[in-house]
Every structure is written in C-alpha cells, then in structure tokens.
C-alpha cells in the first residue's frame, strides 16, 4: 500500500491484546501500512505498527495522536499475514505474535551514533564442494524449487554424516543468485558453532546470527539490517522466524524433529510447522533437514504434501557404527559392592578406545550428580519448595537445584526432617556420577562433563570443538547437547549409560524421542576415516527402540510407531490441544477447572479429559489443572476452543494457557 496522509489508523501494540488502537496522526505525517510508529499508551510511550489505515469501529476512549514514526521500511505485508495466522491458530493475542516480530526494542530508538551492520555484497564468489551423486540430486531439486519461486516444501533425509548441510548450502547459493534471502532455523544455538565454520569454508561473508546470546547492542544491529534488506542470510534460533525479512525465499529447519522448536511460554508455537506456513505466504522453498525424521513430516510425504530426497550413505567414505547392546540383567556385582554405571564391557571398550587414542563419548541426559537425595535415616526426599520435583544434587556446586524453576539451595548436612548427620544418600546417576566412576576407571584420561550448565554460550562451545579438534580430551561425559549436528572426527566411541531413559512415561511421543535421541547421538561416533562403535547399555534390549538402532532398521521402527498412532488417532493421525489453569492458590484453580468443564461444548468428534493436577501439579510457586482435548484430523479445534473459552469466564487469579498440538504433557 502507498503511503497517504490518512486522519486516523489502527496500530497493533506488542501487548496481549487481540486488536489493534485507534490513533490520530498529526499534521503532515505521512503514513502506511506496516510503519512502525511510537505512541503514548496508558502512562508510557511504545512502538507498534500500523496495522490498518481506517478506523474497523469507533472507539470508547478517547483518541490521542502518534508521537513520531520510524525511519525504517514498513513491516513487510508477509510478516503481518504471518502473525495474523499465528495468533488465529494458536489462539494468541495477535500483539504478543507481533512482539517476538519487534524482538529488539533498541532498534526503534534514536541513537546519537548509529552503529551498522556493513551491507553484504551478494558476492557469488563461493567455494564449491565435491558432491556425491546423491547430494547432487537432492541439491538439483532445491535450485530447481527455489528458481521456480513457488511454496515448495522438501523433506531432506539422510543418514547422520551424509553431507545434508552441504546439500542446502547449494540452496543459499541459488537463493543468492535470485535475490532472495535465506533463513537457516537451527534447534539451539550451541549448534551454531560449527556451523558458522562451515559456512565461512564456503561463502565470502558471514550470515547474521539470531539467537538469545545476542548483546542488545547486537541484536539492534541485526534486527535492522535484516528490515532493510540488507542480510541475505539469516541463522538464528526458532524466534528468528519472525524477524521482518522483506523477501525470504529459502527456509531450512535443521534437525527438524527436535523438540527444541516447541515453544512452552509466552505464545506456544511449534516453529518447525510455523516455517512452513512463513515459507507458503511468500512462495519459498523450505527443506526440513533431519536424520531422523518427525511422524509429522513423515506422513505428509506419504500425503504428498511435501517432496522427499534421501541421503543414504555417509560422506567422504566414512561407515555407520557399529550397534551393540549391553543387557544389564546380566550385569554380575560382587557382594558389597557400591552401584557401577559403567559396564565391564563398556569400561573395556574405553580403554581399547583410549589405547588407540581415539575419544569416548559417554552420554546419559540427566545433569547434575544424581537426580534424587535420600535420607537413610528417615526415608525423607528434598523436594523444592515451589516445584513439585526433586531437587537434583550438583556435586561439583555443593548445592541442590531444581531444574524446573531454577532454585537452588545449599546441600545440607543435616537431615531436615530427623535431624540425622551426613544421612544423604544419591540415588541414581547424573553425568557428574557417570564422571566421578570414569575419572576412577581410567586415571590417566582427560575427562570433560559437558551440558548445558557447563556450556552456557557460544564462545564455550566454541572452545570446547576446539578443545577436541586438538586432541586435548579424551572421554566427554555429556548430555543431549552433545547429541546435535556436531561433528568430532577423532570421536569413534559412544557409551549410552542409560538406553531405557525415556521410554516411559506419559508422553505419547517418548518413544519417537528417545529413538530419535539415541540416534543422534550414536551417530557422532565414526564420523571421518576411523570407524565407530556404540554400545547401548539397557534392561530391556528386545524393546523396538534399540533393536532398530541395533539393525539400523528405521524404516520399520517409524512404521510400527504410525501404526499406533493411527489406531488411537494421535498425532499425526488425530488432534490434541490442551488447556492449562494456574493460580498461586490451589483451591481456586481447581475449582475454576471444575467450572471450566461444566461448561464444554457438545461437538461431535471432539474428546475433553479432565480436569485433572498436572502431573507436576505445582510449577514455579503455581497450583496447575490440565484439560486434553482430542479430535480427529478432519476437525479444526479452533473455533470449539473459543466457543469454550467465551462461555467460562475466569475468576482473577487464574491463569489460562492454551496449546494447539501440545509437546509438553507436564
């Protein structure tokens, strides 16, 4: 839309509000749809984006004037259809979409010295890489996709080590020839690391980053040369999808079935579905990238909704792992003996890895030393006080921490409940426990714990593929962080401590997960010329999680775990939703959960459970109730979900939160 000098607009403000505010606009302010302006709301200023150019209904309060409007161009009409989709799906305040697209607040502010970001040349000065046969095919798909500049969404499957990366590198190429800018989605921004190093092998200049690492300093530079078209390639976590890129052509989603693109606060969104659907509003070709693909992704190949190109064989000539189970019933303990979580076969398999100066990788995701304290005495378990959880012990702090809410408290040396002394026992082992047994079992190795409390930035991670690339770490010791796109071409060996971690539980995507896991993180062994080697240490070996990863056999895993969806219609075969009351009063939230179901709405093919507590019925200082809402895949749950929500009006006090296609069953 042109620019006009219209009397009154409608601006959507970055606050939990659905609707846009009626300003006037002062003499000789020439506005249009899509600029950024500042305005007085309530008693302070703020910028939003004029959302409209005509007042939608005559408003109750009185009309007060914009402030000033931005030197910048207007949020691009394809980010504003974008967070109207967002929010109607999501049943989200439209203002709160729009306020992960204003992310950086310093960007909109006069600066007395503006610091740029110098504007990227476009150059198509790149270095090539050697394609195997099949990665030329698949990246011949791509350019193809993005040349035709229509929606265009490609599933790109390989094998860990395949060269996937390698492949989509040949999309930002093409995209760059087109004029078209490139997002490249990453899970977490540890994974950044390597990735910027590969991509600086092969492009004259860097892409810009986006992550929650950024200084604000940073983050305005960013923000704004991404607005003015200046950045055509973009790297970020699953919130960069909602910068204002004026002509995004190419969207990747690396690692696409890992649950680090669902978003649990704020506006709950999955990004990997959302990358979609930015990629269908302004025609550009997206590739899901993952070696273990989501159910998801899988069945809309099947449907034909999205093209597939596979990978199968490693890159460079490198060989898959070897599998091997270690079936702990057989595990034999002397008398007297204290809990080992190294095997004999494993810690073996150690040391003939440690003999040829190769690297271990002994991984078991659970942080700290061990996930629960116990009293010998009395039986009493330190719980926190605003969770309903165990605190975890960190040994290497002397603290205990709750990994939900984050407390964390001194490591006592009394009981609290029977007042007995150094009466604590650990129960279980975290990766500091697996460490402590390691550093015993092989004194002359260099030992590394590494999770996410250990690495808290990218520059840490940095060091740490440093610390490895050179050799100077033997065993890792590590958690899922370890697990994602990372490449140790010295690393032949990974000992899964715990293979029945997360087979159980209440989630119906556990099993999906925790293949998905183990099959990330077997494949980080064996990955250059030496060959690699997993053993997998479990009670139950015959269980369909390792045998597939023991015979590499995928394909039959995923089809058994659709076959069981699709006989419950779980997703991707059916529809869920949840709602979720909180209060910081029990009694009020359960009995608004109560009201809350006396009012559901009669609609067939639509299943309500509940209300029940959450499973973690108290979570940060909140009393919590849940509702799950199930519905066959030809029903839209939206309009049911408001219909509800409309007729159940909700006491002060209590919180309700809304999550179309929930990951999270807390």
């Not at 702990?328 to 008398?335: N, Y």
């Not at 709750?402 to 040396?413: L, M, V």
């Not at 279980?428 to 092989?442: K, N, T």
Request: with cysteine; charged share 25%.
């Amino acid at each position: 839309m042109s620019a006009t000098s219209a009397k009154i607009v409608q601006v959507l403000l970055p606050l939990p509000f659905d609707k846009a505010f009626t300003y006037e606009v002062p003499e000789g302010m020439i506005l249009q749809k899509g600029s950024y302006v500042e305005v007085p709301f309530r008693q302070t200023k703020m910028v939003g984006v004029v959302w409209d150019m005509a007042p939608t209904e005559t408003p109750t309060y009185d009309v007060k004037s914009i402030l000033r409007s931005m030197d910048l161009p207007p949020l691009p009409s394809v980010t504003q259809e974008f967070v109207e989709w967002v929010g109607a799906y999501y049943l989200s305040p439209k203002g709160l979409v729009l306020k992960m697209a204003l992310s950086a607040p310093t960007a909109f502010k006069e600066m007395k010295r503006p610091r740029k970001i110098s504007p990227e040349t476009h150059s198509l000065n790149i270095k090539e890489a050697a394609l195997t046969p099949s990665q030329e095919t698949c990246a011949q798909m791509i350019r193809e996709a993005i040349q035709r500049q229509k929606f265009t969404p490609i599933l790109l499957e390989g094998v860990t080590g395949s060269g996937k990366t390698e492949v989509y590198f040949k999309g930002i190429i093409e995209a760059k020839a087109q004029g078209k800018q490139s997002l490249i989605l990453l899970p977490e921004i540890a994974l950044s690391t390597q990735w910027l190093d590969r991509f600086m092998s092969r492009f004259p200049e860097p892409p810009l980053v986006w992550h929650s690492d950024l200084t604000e300093a940073k983050r305005r530079e960013t923000w704004r040369a991404i607005a003015k078209g200046e950045a055509s390639v973009v790297v970020g976590a699953r919130s960069a999808l909602f910068l204002p890129y004026p002509d995004l052509g190419f969207i990747v989603v690396d690692e696409e079935h890992d649950g680090g693109y669902k978003q649990d606060t704020g506006v709950f969104y999955q990004a990997r579905d959302m990358a979609v659907v930015r990629g269908k509003l302004s025609d550009a070709t997206v590739v899901l990238s993952s070696a273990t693909p989501s159910l998801e992704t899988i069945k809309n190949v099947r449907d034909g909704k999205y093209t597939k190109c596979t990978l199968e064989a490693r890159h460079g000539g490198a060989s898959l792992p070897q599998v091997h189970p270690i079936d702990l019933r057989k595990k034999e303990r002397k008398k007297g003996e204290g809990p080992q979580w190294i095997s004999g076969l494993l810690r073996e398999s150690v040391q003939a890895t440690l003999g040829r100066g190769e690297q271990s990788l002994l991984f078991l995701n659970r942080r700290g030393y061990a996930p629960l304290m116990l009293c010998e005495a009395c039986g009493h378990r330190i719980s926190c006080k605003q969770c309903e959880s165990w605190m975890v012990y960190h040994k290497s702090e002397g603290a205990l921490r709750c990994h939900h809410c984050g407390q964390k408290d001194r490591f006592p040396t009394h009981c609290p409940e029977c007042n007995e002394e150094g009466s604590f026992v650990a129960c279980g082992p975290g990766v500091e426990r697996v460490a402590e047994e390691a550093r015993l079992a092989f004194p002359e190795a260099r030992i590394e714990v590494v999770t996410s409390d250990t690495l808290t930035s990218v520059p840490q991670m940095t060091a740490l593929m440093q610390r490895l690339e050179n050799r100077e770490v033997d065993i890792v010791v590590g958690t899922q962080v370890m697990a994602k796109g990372h490449h140790f071409p010295y690393l032949t060996l990974v000992g899964i401590v715990d293979g029945d971690l997360g087979l159980t539980g209440g989630d119906l995507r556990a099993t999906e997960r925790t293949y998905q896991l183990l099959h990330q993180v077997s494949g980080r062994a064996g990955r250059a010329q030496n060959p690699g080697a997993v053993y997998i240490q479990t009670h139950v070996p015959e269980h369909a999680v390792v045998q597939a990863l023991i015979h590499q056999d995928q394909e039959n895993f995923l089809k058994l775990e659709l076959e069981t969806r699709e006989r419950y219609e779980l997703p991707p075969f059916g529809r869920l939703a949840s709602f979720i009351l909180s209060s910081d009063q029990g009694d009020k939230v359960e009995q608004a959960a109560w009201s809350l179901a006396k009012a559901i709405p009669q609609r067939a093919g639509v299943t309500v459970l509940g209300p029940s507590p959450a499973s973690r019925s108290k979570l940060k200082g909140k009393y919590r109730w849940r509702f799950l809402i199930k519905s066959s895949r030809n029903i839209r749950l939206q309009p049911f979900l408001k219909e509800w929500v409309k007729n159940s009006p909700l006491p002060s006090g209590v919180r309700l939160q809304i999550d179309l296609d929930p990951y999270n069953f807390l």
